[in-house]
């Protein structure tokens, strides 16, 4: 007796979305017109174009029935609704790269530690047959999976794979003859099952994906309209997302791995995503129905003798350009399927899923092109980021925690230890930058002395010299940061040095944070996102911040009332910021009842006994040897004041020019970069009092305050001969160089020559010869003497120095926050001077103080 014919329910499709998203515009390529000669060569150049400006396309009039894809539809539904025990009955060997069969769902944890629900049905043909075993109801239509799998190849792929070899002027049937349907290859038929999360899970998924960011390993991939929403598409030009709308009667189809290794890299295999779909179609079940196809299992991924290839310059991919064996289809399915469906692998652990690192790890060795060495580039990313599981979970004996108060190991433990992201904050004095640079160098061991994983920024030149880093700005890649943010991201995206600083960088550090304003740290939270291809806040990269939004607020006026907008105010600070921590513990100030008035100050609430201790310190300072340095509001004020009394001393001024360097040759550029360090031009005299700028030991740091008692050859200078100051040189011939008494902390005074230094603005590049290595890139370097002069500073050059003997005039600050930062450079009251102390000039913003508050509450 015959057997039963197997039941199969029907397949109905859920309604469209009603939300306005934002649709990809893809082109249609309309197989009515392919069969003529001018039909082929019109719909030859629609397709290339489609590809290279989209990657994505639909096809129109394809030739098979909906009622047939309908019953794919259907026996995906029915094998679904197999119960969980008989389905894994059918696993496929994934550990060895097989996709052949079942994947259950589980196989990777998405963000937020939610397991993912993505289950995969595959049936491949051998020989143009399905000889895996299938359960029923499927075995029953084992025919019509066969035929219309055969359909796909005869009515679809079969025209696209003629046109694509017209385009590239080959002959017509090259790429069908890599795609024959009665040969051995890796082309499946897949059911594809994204079952709906919960309300609570849709929250907890960080990054509001299904599937993250990739490319697909084979040629073509068709994709039948499936109306829930969740495919998102990367546009090649602008990196921004677009969702892929699901068209009645289409086929959305994009390009793969193998077409862009067969054409040089001519054809690109564009990035997408599945996105959890939009609100009201999160109570359904989303079922995908598609097919992949590659070249056949022996085809080597090697570029096709094209014309077109030859005159456009695309004639080695990155295998060939590095020298080395090119894979054939079948080497690189395994290994590749093998690597993505590691088993308990997050799609974070996993970033950067365009290239295979088993594969591109022995090919590219040597990179005597361009873009063999980008290539090589992403590889190492790849392989310093698979690197991170292990490294995490090191523990390191070398770590600079050596006298830390209790407050800053919190901190310390937080950010080297648990990689989370903080803001530590604190009044001036209270060794931020101490326990920043003490971060900074454990980083560097963590990360084995890989130090193009950390990014050590601050928001001016001065305060990133400092800590041995760079400006924020340049870091990014931004220039003055003013432009839209696709702009920027597309200005990113030209210069490989700045897309490779983005990609690899693990940790990025800004120093002085209040003087960036909340627009900027939002966009370069859109930049990390979009560059790093991660949905995460700064793209998954680890925080460290630190400054005090009591001090100077940002130099861009953002709100309608003109007053700034904070850092504090972004949409992401809180999202980006797991942790606040503020330190209480003073170093800089050593009488805790100037403390005491200088946290009144900070916070804009003086009692009647601060204000008269203030008051009080109009008297002058004690002569030491050494004038207080006096704080100006305005830069140009300060430099006026100390012309003026450079020009009331008698003798001969030497004259110092600096010498400029680095491999950025604009002028503009490399002033710019190097503002914050010494001036291009110096004029000492005999008396001149100065500051340093750089740190020679413990006792000469950045900072120090002296005089010039002289001028002498380093080669020739003894300290001992000047003690007495009547040192003088003997050759007129030499090269002299200042000599100047500093005047300790202590109370002492130290002579020191100040020879020529040199600064330099530094980024890690990787090495062109050497994948393993890093090197240093000097982008701008200035050699000088390490000094200012020192009558004068501007507020702002004070920031973050600290300061033995200080006069401020109150009378000239307008900017809330500069009495504060102005007052707390001195580290006693014993060397401030204040003249003209007015209360009413005392003031904090009314945001930074609720900003505060809301901390001291939490």
């Given at each position: 007796m015959p057997s039963a014919i197997p039941l199969v329910e029907p397949y109905t499709h859920v309604p469209e979305t009603k939300e306005q998203l934002d649709w990809a515009h893809l082109t249609n390529i309309d197989l009515s017109k392919y069969g003529t000669p001018e039909g082929n060569n019109e719909l030859s150049q629609v397709l290339i174009r489609a590809i290279k400006t989209k990657g994505f396309f639909y096809v129109t009039n394809f030739g098979i029935s909906q009622k047939d894809v309908d019953q794919q539809f259907a026996l995906g539904q029915a094998f679904y609704k197999l119960p969980l025990e008989e389905r894994l009955e059918y696993v496929a060997d994934l550990d060895a790269g097989n996709y052949t069969g079942y994947r259950p769902a589980g196989r990777r944890p998405l963000t937020g530690g939610i397991p993912e629900k993505i289950e995969m049905w595959n049936m491949s043909t051998e020989d143009g047959q399905i000889r895996q075993p299938l359960p029923q109801p499927l075995d029953f239509y084992r025919d019509d999976i066969e035929n219309f799998s055969k359909a796909l190849h005869d009515k679809i792929l079969d025209p696209l794979n003629h046109l694509i070899a017209l385009a590239l002027e080959l002959p017509e049937d090259h790429f069908k003859d890599l795609h024959r349907w009665d040969k051995n290859d890796e082309s499946h038929l897949r059911y594809m099952k994204y079952s709906k999360f919960s309300p609570e899970e849709v929250d907890a998924l960080k990054d509001n994906l299904w599937i993250r960011g990739h490319t697909d390993l084979g040629s073509w991939t068709l994709l039948f309209r499936q109306p829930v929403a969740g495919l998102q598409i990367r546009d090649p030009e602008t990196k921004g997302w677009k969702w892929a709308k699901p068209l009645d009667g289409s086929l959305t189809i994009n390009a793969g791995d193998a077409l862009s290794y067969l054409t040089g890299g001519y054809i690109k295999s564009t990035v997408h995503r599945v996105a959890v779909p939009p609100k009201d179609q999160q109570d359904v079940d989303r079922l995908g129905l598609m097919y992949f196809t590659r070249p056949q299992n022996e085809v080597l991924l090697k570029t096709v003798d094209s014309p077109l290839l030859q005159r456009e310059g695309y004639s080695q991919n990155d295998f060939e350009a590095g020298g080395h064996e090119v894979p054939t289809m079948e080497e690189f399915t395994k290994l590749k399927q093998k690597w993505n469906q590691r088993k308990g692998v997050s799609g974070e652990q996993a970033e950067g899923q365009q290239i295979l690192p088993g594969v591109i790890e022995k090919r590219l060795a040597k990179k005597p092109t361009k873009r063999a060495r980008k290539a090589a580039q992403q590889l190492r990313l790849e392989l310093a980021r698979n690197a991170k599981i292990d490294q995490r979970q090191r523990k390191y004996s070398s770590l600079d925690e050596e006298g830390l108060n209790g407050e800053q190991q919190t901190i310390f433990d937080l950010v080297v230890k648990q990689g989370k992201s903080v803001f530590f904050t604190g009044p001036a004095g209270t060794g931020k930058s101490v326990l920043l640079k003490k971060i900074i160098r454990s980083l560097s061991t963590k990360y084995l002395g890989d130090d193009s994983r950390i990014g050590v920024t601050a928001s001016t030149g001065l305060a990133a010299l400092n800590i041995g880093g760079t400006t924020l700005h340049q870091f990014a890649g931004i220039g003055l940061g003013e432009a839209p943010t696709v702009m920027l991201i597309q200005n990113i995206s030209k210069k490989k040095i700045n897309l490779w600083r983005w990609l690899n960088v693990d940790v990025l550090i800004i120093d002085e944070i209040s003087m960036i304003d909340c627009v900027l740290f939002d966009k370069l939270d859109a930049i990390a996102r979009e560059l790093r291809q991660i949905d995460l806040p700064f793209g998954g990269i680890q925080l460290i911040i630190t400054g005090d939004f009591f001090q100077l607020p940002p130099v861009r006026k953002g709100s309608d009332d003109g007053s700034p907008k904070f850092c504090f105010e972004s949409e992401m600070w809180n999202q980006a910021i797991h942790h606040t921590i503020g330190l209480s513990q003073i170093y800089r100030q050593r009488d805790p009842e100037f403390t005491v008035m200088l946290n009144q100050i900070r916070e804009g609430r003086l009692s009647p006994t601060t204000i008269e201790k203030f008051r009080e310190l109009h008297r002058p300072l004690a002569d030491n040897g050494v004038e207080a340095t006096e704080l100006f509001p305005l830069r140009r004020q300060a430099d006026q004041a100390n012309s003026r009394r450079l020009r009331k001393i008698n003798g001969v001024a030497h004259h110092y020019h600096a010498e400029d360097g680095g491999i950025i040759t604009n002028e503009d550029t490399r002033k710019g970069l190097l503002s914050g360090c010494a001036p291009e031009s110096l004029a000492l005299k005999k008396g001149a009092q100065v500051m340093l700028t750089q740190?020679?030991?413990?006792?000469?740091?950045?900072?120090?305050?002296?005089?010039?008692?002289?001028?002498?050859?380093?080669?020739?200078?003894?300290?001992?001969?000047?003690?007495?100051?009547?040192?003088?040189?003997?050759?007129?011939?030499?090269?002299?160089?200042?000599?100047?008494?500093?005047?300790?902390?202590?109370?002492?005074?130290?002579?020191?020559?100040?020879?020529?230094?040199?600064?330099?603005?530094?980024?890690?590049?990787?090495?062109?010869?050497?994948?393993?290595?890093?090197?240093?890139?000097?982008?701008?370097?200035?050699?000088?003497?390490?000094?200012?002069?020192?009558?004068?500073?501007?507020?702002?050059?004070?920031?973050?120095?600290?300061?033995?003997?200080?006069?401020?005039?109150?009378?000239?600050?307008?900017?809330?926050?500069?009495?504060?930062?102005?007052?707390?450079r001195a580290t006693s009251m014993e060397g401030l001077q204040v003249v003209s102390f007015d209360p009413s000039k005392v003031t904090v913003h009314p945001r930074v103080k609720t900003f505060y508050a809301s901390l001291s509450k939490g």
């Open positions: 740190n020679f030991d413990e006792t000469l740091v950045n900072g120090s305050q002296g005089r010039v008692i002289g001028f002498a050859n380093k080669d020739t200078f003894s300290s001992s001969q000047w003690e007495d100051e009547a040192c003088e040189p003997q050759s007129s011939a030499l090269t002299l160089h200042p000599v100047v008494r500093f005047l300790t902390q202590d109370g002492d005074s130290l002579v020191h020559i100040c020879a020529p230094v040199e600064w330099a603005i530094e980024q890690y590049v990787p090495d062109p010869l050497d994948p393993d290595r890093w090197i240093v890139e000097k982008l701008a370097t200035r050699t000088q003497v390490p000094l200012l002069l020192a009558w004068a500073l501007s507020i702002h050059k004070a920031q973050g120095q600290t300061l033995e003997r200080v006069r401020v005039d109150l009378g000239r600050v307008f900017e809330r926050g500069q009495a504060y930062v102005a007052l707390s």
